[in-house]
């Protein structure tokens, strides 16, 4: 599981600009969730091979009853909880503030592995800058410049160690390798998640794995249908629930992103009988920058006229039109309808995103789209593609080498990455093409 770190303090102390710097080299999952997080942002960051979750938050006035304060400080305890250490900011330049002392306080409470970082502390003497608030009682803090990113480096590695410290060491006798198809169901609160996890496996097993006390983090239930093996990855919620999370939502972005990033396959829940909403696109999104395969299960389907499933199907293709790889199922996971061909499309979208392809055959495919359309020229060179060589699987990554490929634009990829996929039948996967120039 990847390390989650909460980013926490109060406004105006650098929050943002240390997560932007945390997350801005790679191509970052940023989200925001509107209606759901007003004031939570995800991202991705990586050290090395070590890819972790970053959670910024709002801001915390922790004095406040009401308002948008309130509603901050709120979605600050959500992302405290989902954390697994956290860094509490402060302003090296105001100093200590009551506000801070409270934060603290909170965060004793939460149980969490607090870091304290002095930034704006660019040109300043450490001794002089940490002074002030060794007496808060969190031990030596770090002192940093988010902006210039002096001593960033050393936080984030420090803070890494210490959030696998943390993670529960898995119980290695219910650690066997997992079997078939690793699938995790996600969507928004009540498109029937649970309900289909049931259909699938259940109702015994489900129950047991949400059982309070249950301590590790991703839960692995292997299961059978028409005879194949599977996997379902389901991440425990929340992790070492206390008493000071107890108005934890039923939601978590981090549950969504842990268990897509476990699975093979993910089948995205809609709801039949409501329109799509900002937070299925969010999810959507998570999943295609992911790059594991995709089946979209459109949920509660039972009752509803096929006058219905021609305007959610208008709607899909408004809103979720990225998601035009993946195939779509009308299915009401209460009933138990529609699970068979789901599944079956499941099965397709795992071998598609597993499926081996040889350097001769994605080089005649390359050839013959070339054939066929002609990158445009750059000014007085046209690219030249070579050959293409498979640098991955789920996603499939085809990798072309050639000269001047730093001018194909993103129409002739798109061209490249249709042509790949028809050619080899690439359902319900995601595909990546990466361009390798030799000169
Ligand atoms: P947030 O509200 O905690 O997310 O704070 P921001 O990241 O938006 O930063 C608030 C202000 O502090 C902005 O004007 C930043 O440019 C500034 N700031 C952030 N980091 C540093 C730093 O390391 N040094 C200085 N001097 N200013 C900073
Ligand atoms: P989750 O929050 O995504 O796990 O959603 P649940 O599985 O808890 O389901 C939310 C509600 O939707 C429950 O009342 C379910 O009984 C109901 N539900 C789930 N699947 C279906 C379905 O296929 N048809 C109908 N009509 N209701 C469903």
């Given at each position: 599981m990847k390390p989650v770190i909460a980013l926490v303090g109060r406004p105006n102390v650098g929050k943002s600009t240390l997560f932007n710097r945390l997350t801005r080299s790679r191509d970052a999952l940023v989200a925001d969730l509107p209606g759901l997080t007003r004031d939570r942002h995800y991202g991705e960051g990586r050290i090395g091979e070590l890819p972790f979750l970053v959670i910024d938050t709002g801001g915390f006035e922790p004095v406040a009853k009401e308002g948008i304060m309130h509603e901050m400080a709120k979605q600050t305890k959500q992302a405290v909880a989902e954390s697994d250490v956290v860094i509490f900011i402060v302003d090296g330049r105001q100093g200590l503030t009551p506000h801070d002392k409270t934060i603290t306080d909170f965060l004793r409470k939460s149980g969490r592995a607090v870091m304290l970082v002095v930034n704006?502390?660019?040109?300043?003497?450490y001794t002089s800058v940490a002074a002030d608030f060794y007496e808060l009682g969190l031990g030596d803090p770090y002192v940093i410049s988010a902006a210039h990113g002096d001593g960033v480096a050393d936080l984030v590695e420090e803070a890494l160690g210490l959030a696998i410290a943390q993670q529960p060491v898995s119980d290695e006798a219910l650690d066997e390798a997992p079997r078939g198809v690793k699938i995790a169901v996600v969507g928004r609160p009540n498109v029937g998640k649970s309900t289909l996890i049931n259909t699938l496996v259940g109702e015994e097993r489900v129950i047991a794995f949400d059982m309070p006390g249950t301590t590790r983090d991703a839960i692995e239930i292997p299961f059978e249908r028409e005879g194949k093996q599977y996997t379902l990855i389901d991440t425990a919620?929340?992790?070492?629930?206390?008493?000071?999370?107890?108005?934890?939502?039923?939601?978590?972005v981090v549950k969504t992103l842990q268990s897509i990033s476990e699975a093979n396959v993910v089948i995205l829940l809609l709801d039949a009988q409501q329109d799509i909403s900002e937070q299925d696109a969010h999810i959507a999104g998570f999943i295609l920058e992911s790059g594991r395969a995709l089946v979209v299960g459109i949920n509660?389907?039972?009752?509803?006229t096929s006058d219905r499933r021609d305007e959610i199907k208008m709607d899909i293709e408004r809103k979720l039109n990225f998601l035009g790889f993946a195939k779509l199922h009308f299915i009401s996971a209460l009933k138990g309808t529609g699970i068979g061909p789901l599944m079956k499309s499941v099965d397709a979208a795992y071998k598609a995103a597993m499926a081996n392809l040889s350097t001769p055959k994605l080089t005649r495919a390359l050839i013959e789209a070339v054939e066929h359309q002609q990158p445009r020229r750059r000014g007085a060179t046209r690219p030249k593609m070579r050959y293409a060589h498979q640098g991955g699987q789920n996603p499939p990554i085809i990798v072309i080498h050639g000269n001047a490929l730093e001018g194909i634009d993103a129409n002739y990829k798109r061209y490249l990455e249709k042509h790949f996929r028809e050619t080899f039948s690439l359902v319900g996967t995601p595909l990546r093409i990466e361009l390798r120039s030799s000169k």
């Open positions: 704006k502390a660019e040109g300043m003497k919620g929340i992790r070492r629930r206390g008493k000071v999370f107890e108005a934890i939502e039923k939601f978590s509660k389907w039972d009752g509803l």
